[in-house]
């Protein structure tokens, strides 16, 4: 049985965002979709003060958010196979659970319940990082199309696992794959008595990101891939790249990162402050094809 894209869906603007995004992204990948709808009675569940019939009530909504969410996927692309399915228990819990049988995870940036000051709700970023597949963020609002996707890089196996998905991605959408690899001055070089070459820095950046693209160009030749190294914050150049991308696609973890964080800096900033659709890759999730280096 093939593995589905599963979305979540609370009839919020950003839900709605997430199922036309996986709706299109089963369509190019011909895989089914499974919408998903979460009935959490818990900000409900008030011992003292009881409401009455409460899940009911939840749950005729529920079923209407899922009609709503399947219409959208099946007008949109109406040779996707869609299911749609309601749970009931702690979201977070629920999707990663789901994700266990899924290919790919998508969510959107703030649900329904989130404060409108933030622009990455609670269950979006528990999710980044937490399961062994691809979770992907989406924001409400019309998407430009650019035909570009963008995937950071920093030699990390997060990274290579990014690189992956982001390969695949441009093949699926006859894009370019644009390759971002930041760097930064170590603190000690402003340092007036040390010399420091600018250019021969760069140029070791450059020459670092072009080793490790070798492989991965090799194996998708017809892939137009572009790379950027640049010397700025890593967020701070992911974030302007994203301006112009479909997607962006970063690890969950990079070098440096304190181990015991499963999503790390880099991926929580960008998160909240791309502005497209973002793609989070642990280094076990699983890819079309193995990784370059396997074949070496």
């Given at each position: 049985?093939?593995?589905?894209?599963?979305?979540?869906?609370?009839?919020?603007?950003?839900?709605?965002?997430?199922?036309?995004?996986?709706?299109?992204?089963?369509?190019?990948?011909?895989?089914?979709?499974?919408?998903?709808?979460?009935?959490?009675?818990?900000?409900?569940?008030?011992?003292?003060?009881?409401?009455?019939?409460?899940?009911?009530?939840?749950?005729?909504?529920?079923?209407?958010?899922?009609?709503?969410?399947?219409?959208?996927?099946?007008?949109?692309?109406?040779?996707?196979?869609?299911?749609?399915?309601?749970?009931?228990?702690?979201?977070?819990?629920?999707?990663?659970?789901?994700?266990?049988?899924?290919?790919?995870?998508?969510?959107?940036?703030?649900?329904?319940?989130?404060?409108?000051?933030?622009?990455?709700?609670?269950?979006?970023?528990?999710?980044?990082?937490?399961?062994?597949?691809?979770?992907?963020?989406?924001?409400?609002?019309?998407?430009?199309?650019?035909?570009?996707?963008?995937?950071?890089?920093?030699?990390?196996?997060?990274?290579?696992?990014?690189?992956?998905?982001?390969?695949?991605?441009?093949?699926?959408?006859?894009?370019?794959?644009?390759?971002?690899?930041?760097?930064?001055?170590?603190?000690?070089?402003?340092?007036?008595?040390?010399?420091?070459?600018?250019?021969?820095?760069?140029?070791?950046?450059?020459?670092?990101?072009?080793?490790?693209?070798?492989?991965?160009?090799?194996?998708?030749?017809?892939?137009?891939?572009?790379?950027?190294?640049?010397?700025?914050?890593?967020?701070?150049?992911?974030?302007?790249?994203?301006?112009?991308?479909?997607?962006?696609?970063?690890?969950?973890?990079?070098?440096?990162?304190?181990?015991?964080?499963?999503?790390?800096?880099?991926?929580?900033?960008?998160?909240?402050?791309?502005?497209?659709p973002v793609a989070v890759v642990r280094s076990k999730a699983p890819v079309t094809g193995e990784s370059p280096q396997a074949d070496t």
């Open positions: 049985m093939t593995e589905p894209i599963v979305v979540a869906t609370d009839g919020s603007p950003a839900a709605t965002a997430a199922v036309e995004w996986a709706a299109d992204d089963a369509a190019r990948k011909r895989l089914p979709l499974r919408i998903v709808h979460v009935l959490d009675r818990l900000p409900y569940d008030i011992p003292r003060y009881p409401i009455p019939d409460v899940y009911d009530h939840l749950s005729r909504s529920g079923g209407q958010i899922l009609d709503e969410a399947e219409r959208t996927a099946r007008e949109r692309w109406p040779d996707v196979e869609v299911t749609v399915e309601m749970a009931e228990g702690d979201p977070v819990h629920i999707l990663r659970r789901q994700a266990e049988h899924a290919l790919e995870l998508v969510v959107g940036s703030r649900g329904l319940g989130g404060f409108t000051g933030m622009l990455l709700g609670s269950v979006s970023m528990h999710v980044a990082g937490q399961v062994e597949v691809p979770v992907v963020v989406v924001r409400p609002g019309a998407a430009t199309v650019h035909s570009e996707i963008v995937a950071g890089f920093d030699g990390s196996p997060e990274s290579e696992a990014a690189l992956a998905y982001a390969f695949e991605e441009a093949v699926v959408r006859g894009g370019r794959l644009r390759v971002v690899h930041a760097w930064q001055m170590p603190v000690y070089v402003y340092a007036p008595e040390l010399a420091y070459d600018m250019d021969e820095t760069r140029q070791a950046h450059e020459d670092f990101v072009t080793d490790r693209l070798t492989a991965w160009r090799e194996r998708y030749p017809g892939v137009d891939t572009v790379l950027d190294a640049v010397s700025a914050h890593p967020v701070t150049a992911l974030v302007e790249a994203s301006a112009e991308a479909d997607l962006l696609v970063v690890g969950s973890r990079g070098r440096g990162a304190v181990r015991s964080l499963v999503l790390g800096s880099v991926s929580r900033a960008v998160l909240h402050h791309a502005r497209c």
